[in-house]
């Protein structure tokens, strides 16, 4: 009994030391982050309750690498005004209001996407630095260069710590594994209805 005991110890340690760089890599493979992003616009993805990617967005616009900010909100205009808010953020940031536009109503990175290139269209924008949380980046970049395929619009991604992506052991982490997997989920999701990305 003891042997057996011993025998299943030695085997979790193997496997634990086994799994534990696989998981990493798999949890790494999420987060895709251009270290000198430069761009005409920041363009801030829905979904940023609290106010993080749009915090890494101004500080962006304040060292220059992007010229303006475009944040995308899952809020319809008519039920209420989050431009005022976002606006008011940037500017006590040091980042003129004129500088950022807010466009409401997205449901999902595809309406991000296809909403951020409306407006760099009609702004006559051409490259954009996509803000969103770290576990989304792969999923993200992908869609809006799918998205943008063929319209002569250019994005890379900057992450936001969002205190789930990059970090070691992350599956130990019941939140950190919930989004994880989610991640892993939708991109399966998007592979499925959309096909190859890019």
Request: proline share 4%.
């Amino acid at each position: 009994m003891r042997q057996a005991a011993g025998l299943l110890v030695l085997l979790a340690a193997v496997a634990a030391v086994t799994w534990a760089p696989v998981l990493d890599a798999a949890g790494g493979f999420l987060v895709v982050h251009d270290s000198r992003p430069s761009g005409d616009v920041a363009v801030v993805l829905s979904g940023d309750a609290m106010r993080q990617r749009l915090r890494a967005a101004v500080a962006l616009a304040r060292r220059g690498a992007v010229g303006h900010i475009v944040v995308l909100t899952g809020t319809p205009p008519e039920f209420y005004d989050e431009g005022i808010a976002v606006r008011a953020f940037a500017r006590r940031q040091g980042v003129a209001p004129g500088r950022v536009t807010v466009v409401g109503a997205a449901r999902s990175t595809v309406d991000d996407a296809r909403l951020a290139a409306a407006v760099m269209r009609a702004r006559g924008w051409r490259r954009a630095v996509v803000v969103t949380s770290a576990s989304h980046t792969r999923r993200a970049g992908l869609i809006f260069c799918r998205v943008w395929r063929g319209t002569g619009l250019e994005a890379s991604t900057y992450a936001v710590d969002d205190g789930i992506l990059p970090r070691r052991r992350w599956w130990a982490d019941d939140a950190a594994r919930e989004a994880v997997i989610l991640e892993y989920v939708k991109l399966a999701v998007y592979l499925v209805r959309y096909g190859p990305m890019c």
